[in-house]
């Protein structure tokens, strides 16, 4: 069965800095991986996604991710984090090799940006 | 297009209560799921449908009834509210093996 653990629960940067989310997965299968993130109050929205192809991805806000096979990981980066980008983040793998469209989420890792 | 909706925003139930949450979605997506969000605990699946008629029970489906009598539409059901059935629930649809869309979740407190 996939798994996905998200290394931080808590990151603190402070703004314009780079930052980087963890997260590995575990899976005998192909997999599709994910990123959401969850602004305060608010439902989930997709920043970016693996599928297939290139290993590096990019997304909405100036993010991106890297998917390491070895590694079995998919960290999201951002070279420079603004105040606005303060929020939850949840990595997710396909369950089953995406056969049905399950996902399974990591617990999320809270982002805050300082001035 | 509304995306995916979910009716009520927030609710309050006393133990033992019922009530029943409504997820809408207008993208003709085949599938759709019900998740609950508590601190720290990521996002567990509760029940999904993979088509009209059809269910399955996700990671923690205890206490909750689903039903998918129309594409567009996915409801859950609380028969007997538990103070432990308080959260946030979210709704969610999509294709198959791509990326899901969410609702804008459903707080609900049971005292």
């Known amino acids: 069965a996939q798994s996905v653990t998200q290394l931080d629960s808590q990151v603190p940067v402070f703004e314009e800095a780079p930052v980087e989310l963890r997260c590995n997965y575990s899976s005998s299968v192909s997999v599709y991986l994910f990123w959401y993130v969850q602004y305060p109050n608010q439902g989930l929205q997709l920043l970016l996604k693996?599928?297939?192809?290139?290993?590096l991805v990019k997304g909405i806000n100036g993010f991106e991710a890297e998917f390491n096979k070895s590694q079995t990981s998919f960290h999201l980066r951002k070279p420079s984090v603004h105040i606005s980008d303060t929020a939850e983040y949840f990595c997710?793998?396909?369950?089953?090799?995406?056969?049905?469209?399950?996902?399974?989420f990591g617990k999320g890792t809270k982002l805050s940006v300082k001035p | 297009n509304a995306g995916v909706t979910q009716t009520p925003k927030f609710r309050v139930l006393k133990t033992g209560q019922s009530m029943t949450l409504l997820c809408a979605q207008d993208?003709?997506?085949?599938?759709m799921y019900w998740y609950r969000q508590d601190p720290g605990m990521g996002l567990r699946l509760i029940h999904y449908s993979v088509g009209e008629g059809t269910t399955a029970k996700g990671e923690v489906p205890d206490g909750y009834n689903v039903s998918r009598l129309k594409k567009q539409n996915f409801l859950l059901g609380l028969e007997s509210a538990a103070p432990s059935q308080t959260s946030v629930y979210f709704c969610a649809s999509n294709r198959g093996y791509n990326e899901q869309f969410f609702g804008p979740g459903t707080r609900l407190t049971v005292l």
């Open positions: 997710a793998v396909s369950a089953d090799g995406g056969s049905q469209g399950n996902l399974i």
């Open positions: 993208m003709n997506h085949e599938y």
């Open positions: 693996y599928l297939s192809g290139s290993t």
